[in-house]
């Protein structure tokens, strides 16, 4: 039951009102009570003659108003708590009425908190004091520290900090972002707004390299994913590399095994050949021939062209066998630099992820039977019984997951086999079933590796927003641009897996503080203090 009350002035709320309002209160929560007790004895009603009771349904927390002022903006279910507890007043105003009733006496205070943010240009002119010293060259007085960035300019710190979050953070584009600088009085022309955005980023570019070589070294496995991204008027692709504890996007020309190598590598290519060198080029059923030219001594070089320059120098160009051997090698370069050959990497399948460890992701794994189109009801029927056995399988494997016991391994092994294993009568579903049977191992990777999540979700949630950037922008026309598009949607990605505000983060280091640690010392404590990160494989 609920009542609309005409809005009640302060002046009017007279001891009376009050008290008549409380007694408004309590019979409302009385026919409240009431009618939830008739509802209950209604359903147990329905039940003794054998039908449904109501089903309970939930308002959607999505079109559902709060109930009052205090719960707006609160997510249901999420404990409440002060608004205001945690924030940083920076003002405090003290008010009081012009002019106090007669007889008034002062009592105290009541806090009222407004959030408010301050968005204007803010010019100034430093007046540098200049010195001539007798004999020597004149002296010019420094500026204060934080005033200017650590690229040096005309624009403040603040403003380059602003920049680079709408266009990296609110995904503003630079026509938009030129127009809404104008709009708050900043005299800044398209060249120079391009210049801030794409020109000495290198301490940025850096420190991405840092978070690819240290979350590869300090993680177990790492999810991949790629998509679309043109650049210069060109198709080309963008690689998303990444965990719980970082995210590394990449944009390249093309999409294959070698590519991906490289970009695990970062910008320094590293080969080295050494066991699991060796063991690729086995399963790739590399010429013995070719082998034993280049196993005649441990070999590591860094560079393309060094290594170009010894397969040359082997007589190794065979378009095949250079291809074959440069994976292997940049395989045994990761290896030499600290990744470790038992990384699991989980992908969608394509067979250009499938290196070290590979593990495959179970709903794109089902996805082709989602697709189908049954011809009659029985082929209906079929599809719909084997999606059903495949995600039961799936449910059975996620609690295992969550609590490994090695004596389901067997049980749940005998379940897949027996799942793919079936021969239902319909082409396109056998197909289905045949693709998965082929990758088992793949698949059932949670057995032994229990941290490995059964999904690729979230490399494909990190790469989405990447996906947004490309329709809202389309492509890029220069490297620096491109460059930077990669740089910055890594850095704030993972400044969201660490706990670190973007904003926060470029504050500092636009700066020079140094005051937020480097993003590759956050990954390494994240890593220490989450178990699952290093998580031991299920003996066998």
Same mark, same amino acid.
């Given at each position: ?22 007694? =408004? ?31 309970? /349904?939930?308002?959607?927390? @999505? ?23 945690? @924030? ?8 009081? @009425? ?61 403003? /380059? ?31 120079? @707004? ?14 991405k390299v840092e978070v690819l070589a240290t979350g590869l070294a300090e ?36 999409? *294959? ?34 082998? %034993? ?15 170009? %320059? ?29 990744? *470790? ?48 056995? =495949? ?22 092994? %005998? ?13 396109? /579903? ?59 949607? *890594? ?40 178990? /699952? ?8």
């Amino acid at each position: 039951m609920k009542i609309e009350l005409p809005e009640i002035w302060p002046e009017e709320r007279t001891p009376l009102v009050e008290a008549l309002l409380g007694i =408004i209160q309590q019979l409302a929560d009385r026919v409240a009570e009431l009618e939830e007790t008739n509802r209950h004895m209604r359903d147990q009603v329905a039940v003794l003659q054998g039908q449904q009771p109501r089903p309970t /349904i939930r308002p959607s927390i @999505l079109s559902t108003p709060p109930t009052d002022a205090s719960d707006a903006g609160r997510r249901r279910g999420k404990p409440t708590r002060p608004k205001t507890a945690e @924030l940083t007043i920076h003002d405090t105003v003290t008010l009081h @009425l012009p002019e106090p009733p007669v007889g008034a006496t002062l009592r105290g205070y009541e806090a009222y908190v407004v959030q408010e943010l301050r968005i204007h240009n803010h010019n100034t002119r430093y007046l540098r004091a200049r010195y001539e010293v007798p004999g020597g060259p004149s002296v010019l007085a420094p500026f204060p520290a934080g005033v200017l960035p650590v690229e040096g300019g005309h624009f403040g710190p603040n403003l /380059i900090a602003y920049i680079l979050d709408q266009y990296h953070q609110a995904q503003v584009t630079e026509p938009l972002l030129l127009e809404q600088l104008w709009e708050y009085g900043i005299d800044i022309s398209a060249g120079q @707004l391009h210049r801030l955005l794409t020109e000495n980023k290198e301490p940025f570019h850096q420190e991405k390299v840092e978070v690819l070589a240290t979350g590869l070294a300090e993680s177990s496995y790492v999810g991949t994913d790629d998509t679309g991204a043109r650049h210069q008027g060109q198709n080309g692709y963008c690689t998303a590399i990444g965990n719980d504890l970082f995210a590394v996007f990449e944009s390249t020309d093309s999409k *294959s095994r070698l590519n991906f190598l490289q970009v695990l590598q970062g910008p320094q290519r590293d080969y080295a050949i050494n066991e699991t060198t060796l063991a690729y080029w086995e399963r790739q059923k590399l010429a013995v021939a070719v082998v %034993a030219r280049l196993n005649q001594e441990p070999y590591a070089c860094v560079g393309e062209a060094a290594w170009q %320059a010894r397969l040359t120098a082997l007589a190794i160009t065979d378009e095949r066998h250079v291809r074959i051997v440069s994976e292997g090698a940049l395989l045994g370069g990761l290896v030499a630099r600290g990744v *470790s050959p038992e990384l699991v990497v989980l992908s969608d399948g394509a067979p250009q992820f499938v290196v070290f460890v590979h593990a495959s992701c179970w709903i794109h794994a089902e996805r082709p039977l989602a697709k189908l189109v049954p011809h009659h009801e029985a082929h209906r029927a079929v599809i719909e019984q084997v999606r059903t056995k =495949i995600w039961d399988l799936y449910q059975d494997l996620r609690r295992y997951r969550e609590q490994p016991e090695e004596a389901q391994r067997p049980v749940l092994a %005998a379940r897949f086999d027996a799942l793919v294993g079936q021969r239902t009568g319909y082409p396109n /579903i056998d197909g289905v079933l045949k693709e998965m049977r082929e990758h088992k191992a793949d698949l059932l990777r949670v057995l032994e590796r229990p941290e490995v999540p059964l999904h690729n979700n979230g490399t494909e949630s990190d790469i989405r927003e990447f996906v947004k950037r490309r329709k809202i922008s389309g492509g890029t026309r220069s490297a620096a641009g491109r460059r930077c598009r990669d740089t910055f949607a *890594s850095l704030k990605k993972t400044c969201r897996k660490l706990g670190v505000r973007f904003w926060d983060y470029l504050q500092d280091r636009v700066r020079g503080l140094g005051q937020i640690p480097r993003l590759a010392e956050l990954i390494r404590q994240k890593a220490r203090q989450t178990p /699952i990160a290093n998580v031991e494989a299920v003996p066998g």
